[in-house]
């Protein structure tokens, strides 16, 4: 008896042990989950805010998108603050960390190549100068915001969840973490700008002029300058021979490791496209890496987008300018900008009301309307950042020779904290041209734009109060912002484009700083005189056809392109079809048809590669090959013309478009990997396919790759590429659509962090109409970051899409919400709706 009890006790205890396990984890989620909700932001009630002038209140409607309004602008900035820190604070802290190279400390070493690749431009001691140099009323306006978000942070009731996964306490915002967010800008749109430098030096010493010339044209036919019709300039003619390297084939699994490495190169999802540190390239995949990335079009060679464009009020219904904006980053959770309407008093008797988005961190709107004249921005692409050769000499210890002559670098010991590990730290050596950067046994003084006093300001919010496209445009070069093609109209219908933000003034008999200075040039050819004034800017207004336009591509033709330089301009084929799609509008049109140029996925760049690739695909090419005779038939049946998610002929293109550039410019590439993992041939020139389709033409035998019998023999090996890829693992070739390339899954950057919430912290797949070369650019990691079309003074008619929702927070309504609008292109109401839930903030 006693033996059948302690058998019955003995059974019980595991069942016990299991229902303790189950109710503490049970206990563990419901813990968490309580956790998320206090980490939630305060939607509605009263908050007592110290300094306030009058009272102040945050009016959100059933999307989450607030009116922000006060009795001055200053309340207005507090509250902004206090909003941006409640919904978006650790994507704030990750973006100043990003421009001050902190990451590491809340992610370890995985984040110390980034880290250490930021840290060389010293931007935290860069703000700290930047900021004690600001007028003061724009200090008023930083320091009246940095007092919101400091109260937004601490008025909730838990922590963001994001510290508690990476087990940090949240750092309390300064001013000067403003300046760096907007310097987090410049790595992201002007980061590019130094790998390509590497490629372009490396081009200059492995090609003559001639060649150079032809693989690097400074015009091609695809370009639409805003300042003439086409552009003027003979083409290059082919050189008679090929560069050495030219076509030089890889050990198998080279490229395909190469691609791995740059995939993997970021340090994480969050981080901007150009900050891809070269130790990465160290990094050896795996096979199954390998087979993973074999695809010839996986890498997205020159994906870049963002367009903006201006309809004058002769062209619109209504008399008034219709200005349009879509701005293209990288996709991610939460998305980049915050909308929000502001409204404080005028000065004048009345309210001043703006709308757009903002970006968290900032206390200004970026683009938007304030109801007289709205404005947007894409990316200039000039010429910001040059590498100057130095040289060393044993006579000199401690010294670099530049082309001013012997100077001693002034040596800064960077500490970089590193979670689990000891600190890090980083040597600095700062010169009179920038701080010294190695690659490839050359050492270079890297002279960027961002370094110079004067970089980053908050001017931006004088925006807010100009009346005029020629007020706009005179404020435009006094903006302390990454420089942007800025496109405006006003209620009056001008319409008006210039360069906002600075431009370094080179000598005038400066060499093509495109490529790296000589460490022998003259030192005038190297020194920067400040900036340009404002009357030097170069300024389209009014133009003739009553349209403005750009899309990153070559914006002058005349005198004013030499101001800007070519810093990496996008091949000019989406400039074409969008100038070609306004003009379409004719003599009347309207906010709907203007936004929907920015949707416009036709596939006029890809149309003649498919040509190509059917005229390659003859009788003789087919025959007893089944595989190519399928890609030929699906040339055929699946082209819509479009980059649309169910053509498979769309795919087949663009993969033979890429494989070609695999097979010509592959040899290049694997010694351009050594200087930076972007240094490609791509990055120096845009204006590849332009020599490609030359050559296909001409047929020249000098430049025609050993390895192949004839140029279509070459054609057929770069299709055969693109056809193994797409039916490996036994997968139908009929079934591989753009769609299934093009896809897109957002995510939160913690959302591989919780497994168990993974699901909440990230979208399913999208399939993405539109790619390169056309309006819609879209990728799976990048593409519009916001869609907005306005016309100042009838903001209730103006339209927006954004791929995510205003809150960061998973447990959120607002953190997907806007998301299948952005997906499907529906345009949605730009002005917040009713208010559903209102915060208001009231003096101590």
Do not use: C
Not at 143 to 157: I, K
Not at 287 to 300: H, K, T, V
Not at 665 to 691: E, F, H, I, N
């Amino acid at each position: 008896m006693g033996n059948e009890v302690r058998q019955k006790r003995w059974w019980k205890w595991p069942a016990r042990m299991v229902l303790g396990v189950a109710v503490l984890a049970l206990l563990a989620v419901a813990g968490g989950w309580l956790y998320l909700r206090a980490s939630l932001p305060a939607l509605d009630g009263t908050q007592e805010a110290p300094g306030l002038q009058g009272a102040a209140s945050v009016a959100r409607d059933v999307h989450g998108v607030p009116v922000i309004s006060g009795a001055s602008r200053l309340d207005v900035a507090y509250a902004t603050g206090f909003v941006h820190a409640q919904e978006r604070y650790f994507q704030m802290d990750l973006l100043r960390r990003v421009a001050a190279g902190e990451l590491s400390e809340l992610f370890g070493p995985r984040a110390l190549p980034t880290d250490q690749a930021h840290r060389l431009h010293r931007l935290r001691a860069r703000a700290d100068l930047a900021l004690a140099a600001l007028p003061a009323d724009d200090r008023q306006l930083l320091d009246r915001y940095t007092d919101g978000v400091n109260a937004g942070l601490n008025a909730l009731t838990a922590r963001p969840f994001e510290y508690v996964l990476t087990g940090a306490a949240p750092r309390a915002w300064r001013a000067a973490d403003s300046l760096l967010v907007i310097w987090a800008m410049y790595f992201d749109l002007q980061g590019n700008q130094l790998p390509r430098e590497l490629a372009r030096g490396w081009l200059r010493e492995h090609t003559d002029q001639a060649q150079r010339a032809f693989l690097a044209p400074a015009y091609t036919e695809w370009d639409a300058p805003l300042d003439a019709p086409a552009v003027i300039g003979e083409q290059a003619p082919i050189p008679a021979s090929a560069p050495p390297w030219w076509g030089r084939p890889r050990a198998p699994g080279q490229e395909a490791a190469r691609r791995v490495a740059l995939a993997s190169s970021s340090t994480a999802p969050w981080a901007e496209p150009s900050a891809k540190p070269s130790a990465a390239w160290l990094e050896e995949p795996s096979e199954a890496d390998i087979a993973a990335a074999a695809e010839p079009s996986a890498a997205w060679l020159n994906t870049v987008g963002s367009n903006n464009w201006a309809v004058a009020g002769s062209r619109s219904d209504s008399g008034a300018a219709i200005v349009a904006n879509d701005m293209h980053l990288g996709l991610q959770l939460p998305v980049i900008w915050y909308r929000a309407a502001l409204q404080f008093p005028d000065g004048k008797g009345g309210q001043r009301r703006v709308v757009g988005v903002t970006l968290p961190g900032a206390p200004v709107v970026v683009v938007g309307s304030n109801g007289q004249v709205a404005w947007g921005f894409t990316n200039s692409y000039g010429d910001y950042l040059d590498l100057v050769a130095v040289a060393a000499d044993p006579a000199h210890p401690h010294q670099v020779r530049t082309p001013a002559g012997w100077e001693t670098p002034v040596v800064h010991r960077e500490t970089i904290v590193v979670k689990g590990e000891p600190d890090a730290t980083l040597v600095v050596r700062e010169t009179s041209l920038g701080p010294l950067r190695d690659a490839a046994g050359t050492t270079y003084a890297v002279r960027w734009a961002a370094h110079q006093p004067g970089a980053v300001n908050v001017r931006a919010h004088l925006l807010e109060d100009v009346a005029t496209v020629a007020q706009a445009l005179a404020l435009a070069p006094t903006l302390g912002i990454p420089a942007q093609n800025m496109v405006a109209g006003d209620s009056a219908g001008h319409i008006g484009w210039t360069i906002a933000g600075r431009i370094p003034r080179r000598a005038m008999n400066a060499p093509d700083a495109s490529y790296p200075l000589r460490g022998d040039a003259p030192a005038g050819d190297v020194t920067w005189q400040g900036w340009l004034a404002a009357g030097e800017y170069p300024q389209v207004v009014d133009p003739a056809g009553g349209q403005l336009f750009t899309a990153n591509s070559r914006q002058l033709n005349g005198a004013g392109a030499a101001l800007l330089g070519d810093g990496g301009f996008d091949l000019g084929a989406r400039s074409r079809q969008v100038r070609a799609g306004l003009s379409a509008l004719g003599a009347r049109t309207d906010v709907a048809k203007v936004y929907a140029v920015a949707l416009d996925d036709r596939a006029l760049f890809l149309a003649p590669w498919r040509d190509r690739a059917i005229a390659a695909l003859d009788a003789q090419a087919v025959a007893g090959q089944p595989a190519r005779a399928q890609a030929l038939a699906l040339l055929r049946s699946t082209w819509t013309g479009h980059a649309s998610v169910d053509s498979v002929a769309y795919r087949l293109t663009r993969g033979y478009l890429y494989a070609l550039y695999d097979i010509l410019y592959g040899g290049a590439d694997q010694q351009l990997a050594t200087l930076d993992p972007k240094a490609g041939m791509a990055a120096a020139s845009s204006r590849w396919p332009v020599a490609v389709a030359r050559l296909l033409d001409a047929q020249p035998p000098a430049w025609l790759p050993p390895q192949y019998a004839s140029w279509q023999a070459l054609q057929l090996a770069a299709l055969d590429r693109v056809i193994a890829d797409l039916t490996r693992d036994g997968r139908s070739l009929a079934d591989a659509t753009w769609g299934q390339r093009n896809t897109a899954a957002s995510a939160h950057p913690m959302a591989a962090a919780i497994p168990l919430l993974g699901r909440y912290l990230k979208v399913p797949p999208d399939m993405l109409a539109g790619d390169q070369h056309m309006p819609r650019v879209a990728g799976p990691t990048f593409g519009a970051s916001e869609r907005l079309t306005v016309m100042p003074g009838r903001e209730q008619e103006g339209v927006f899409n954004m791929p995510g929702g205003q809150s960061g927070h998973p447990l959120s309504p607002y953190f997907l919400d806007g998301r299948s609008d952005w997906v499907a292109g529906r345009p949605t109401p730009l002005l917040p709706g009713p208010p559903v839930h209102t915060l208001n903030f009231r003096r101590p």
